[in-house]
């Protein structure tokens, strides 16, 4: 079992990695799935169901538009965003769709069916996806669980949700903090380094160092985007996009040559990607949707205010990045909707803490102490998204979550390393907390400030 740095990060479709993202992917899987078995031409209907948080609050993140579009073999990182809602508009006038671009099949009002309180076991996000002849005829029944940051497992990986099946067998394996500090002496490089060493045994070195370099760029793109859209966000809610506005603001003082006022450009980066993302823009999840502003704006940080920054230096900061990911995901969680947005902005700030101590010129130990402050001081935060939208509180929760990941590696980088909480005791604490916490407080919409806040 292993995980590679590219299948954190990867390009999607926001609003969300898991409602979203995950959805689109598994909807995609079952329809190749029906190639695959030669069932296609006898499909006459499709019939799908969403459970758990994924029922709670799909229709605020895009879940039944993400279903359709999978079923029409879209993928999240290629489809075309500006067309979605026309698209989806007109499978709903008609009441069919074309199955994977070739064969066209029913999928009516009552065949795409969220279920508010109903959980299917295994984990919160889970969906059923069903294809039929006219006469009753079941031709396939799939069920899937999205499991945050866009992975999708099946029934058969159930109570695998915090790994991907993969038996590449990489030189120097981890699973934990401690063995990653080990792996790191006993090979003599940073946590960039042993990341490298890897990754190499997935692919040439070249090729992930463009993709990651590729990654980057969609960064940057989406937070052009964000400073360019103006306007308010879909959804009801009328949250005005402050990115732009905050954008010109700033331009007119420059790039900022005190340190308070670079605060403000961190902000406006994270909130630019996010404002994106909660629109169904072109993101990265990093390693989610909901958390996705925390990276790109430490990276542009990094690249704009860093002396000596540059496309290694960029490099560095997502395989560092990835490497406390891979820890969070196999002994924790990435999703809300599991364990609360300590999962998803905690992971993120973790990550995104670790990979500018890197850049910053910390060691292995310097790395791992900034990656556990930044999710130490997110234990507890729960995902309770207003409407069931990716607006309030999660766009300025990125805001934050960005500067507490430039003050953790600060942090890291004035000490030596020692510390007294290690970053494992960290995650095993983010995951017993998340599984103590109440449900209503984990993606449902249920709890939290979704229902003290009113909405307009």
């Known amino acids: ?33 029906l190639a695959a078995d030669g069932l296609l031409p006898e499909v006459d209907g499709v019939h799908v169901e969403l459970f758990g948080s994924l029922g709670a609050t799909g229709h605020g993140h895009g879940s039944d538009r993400a279903v359709v579009l999978g ?20 499978v709903r006038d008609r009441g069919r769709l074309s199955l994977l671009g070739r064969v066209e099949v029913r999928l009516g009002e009552d065949d795409l069916v969220l279920h508010r309180r109903a959980t299917l076991p295994g984990h919160p996000n889970g969906m059923t996806f069903r294809a039929s002849r006219d006469d009753g005829t079941v031709l396939r029944e799939r069920t899937y669980y999205s499991v945050g940051g866009g992975f999708v497992v099946d029934e058969a990986a159930l109570g695998a949700d915090r790994v991907v099946p993969d038996d590449t067998p990489v030189p120097h394996r981890f699973g934990t903090g401690r063995e990653l500090l080990a792996q790191c002496q006993e090979q003599g490089v940073g946590v960039a380094g042993l990341m490298r060493l890897n990754e190499e045994a997935f692919r040439p070195w070249e090729q992930t160092r463009a993709q990651l370099l590729h990654l980057w760029s969609v960064m940057q793109e989406c937070v052009a985007a964000g400073l360019r859209h103006e306007g308010t966000l879909p959804g009801g809610l009328r949250v005005r996009r402050r990115a732009p506005m905050l954008h010109a603001r700033l331009q007119e003082q420059g790039l900022p040559d005190d340190p308070w006022r670079a605060m403000d450009w961190i902000d406006l980066w994270a909130m630019a990607v996010n404002e994106e993302n909660a629109s169904g823009g072109r993101v990265v999840t990093a390693p989610t949707n909901g958390a996705a502003g925390i990276i790109p704006a430490v990276l542009h940080y990094y690249r704009h205010l860093v002396p000596g920054a540059d496309d290694d230096g960029v490099v560095d900061v997502l395989l560092t990045a990835g490497a406390v990911g891979i820890i969070i995901k196999e002994n924790a969680s990435i999703s809300g909707a599991e364990v609360g947005c300590q999962g998803e902005v905690g992971s993120a700030c973790a990550m995104a803490a670790a990979g500018l101590t890197q850049v910053l010129g910390g060691t292995p130990a310097q790395v791992e102490a900034a990656a556990e402050i930044g999710i130490e001081h997110h234990l507890g935060l729960t995902c309770d998204p207003v409407g069931g ?45 998340g599984k103590d916490m109440k449900r209503k407080y984990k993606e449902t919409s249920r709890g939290g400030l979704a229902v003290n806040v009113v909405e307009c």
Do not use: W, Y
């Not at 960005?402 to 942090?411: D, G, I, Q």
């Open 1 to 33: 079992m292993a995980l590679s740095v590219l299948d954190l990060f990867t390009v999607g479709i926001g609003p969300s990695s898991s409602h979203t993202v995950g959805p689109m992917r598994a909807a995609r899987r079952f329809a190749e799935g």
């Open 71 to 90: 079923l029409e073999g879209e993928d999240p990182e290629t489809v075309d965003t500006a067309t979605v809602t026309e698209r989806v508009a007109a």
């Open 389 to 433: 939208l990716v607006q309030i509180p999660c766009i300025e929760r990125n805001a934050v979550g960005a500067m507490k990941a430039v003050h953790a590696a600060r942090l890291a980088t004035h000490g030596d390393g020692t510390h007294t909480v290690s970053l494992d005791q960290a995650v095993r604490t983010m995951r017993q907390t």
